[in-house]
Nanobody
Framework: VQLQASGGGLVQAGGSLRLSCAAS????????MGWFRQAPGKEREFVAA????????YYQDSVKGRFTISRDKAKNTVTLQMNSLKPDDTAVYYC???????????????WGQGTQVTVSS
């Protein structure tokens, strides 16, 4: 599976951004697609995930109600809509794929390149 992330940028607090992850290669029907983020000096942390087949979603508590993960099977893309952004959301965001649901980065075998999200106060 090859993953290509896009959509980062600079936004003011309270603003919105949409990240996209285009997947190619192996079929994703049995995979879980996730978004992680890593701020300077911090470990990579789970943000959200979606089961490709059923569309079941999972979120880190700090983003619930603000972020929405979705997938488009026809386009083989996963989107992370981020609203009400806060300076604490500033990080490099990565999309990833795994064969089962997990919040641990080490359980994801496929990664896209990161995309920078910067939220100014």
């Amino acid at each position: 599976v090859q993953l290509q992330a896009s959509g980062g940028g600079l936004v003011q607090a309270g603003g919105s951004l949409r990240l996209s992850c285009a997947a190619s290669g192996r079929t994703l029907s049995s995979h879980v697609m996730g978004w992680f983020r890593q701020a300077p000096g911090k470990e990579r942390e789970f943000v959200a995930a979606i089961r490709w087949g059923y569309g079941l979603t999972y979120y880190q508590d700090s983003v619930k109600g603000r972020f929405t993960i979705s997938r488009d099977k026809a386009k083989n893309t996963v989107t992370l809509q981020m609203n009400s952004l806060k300076p604490d959301d500033t990080a490099v965001y990565y999309c990833a794929a795994a064969t089962s649901y997990s919040t641990r980065a080490g359980d994801y075998g496929y990664w896209g390149q990161g995309t920078q999200v910067t939220v100014s106060s």
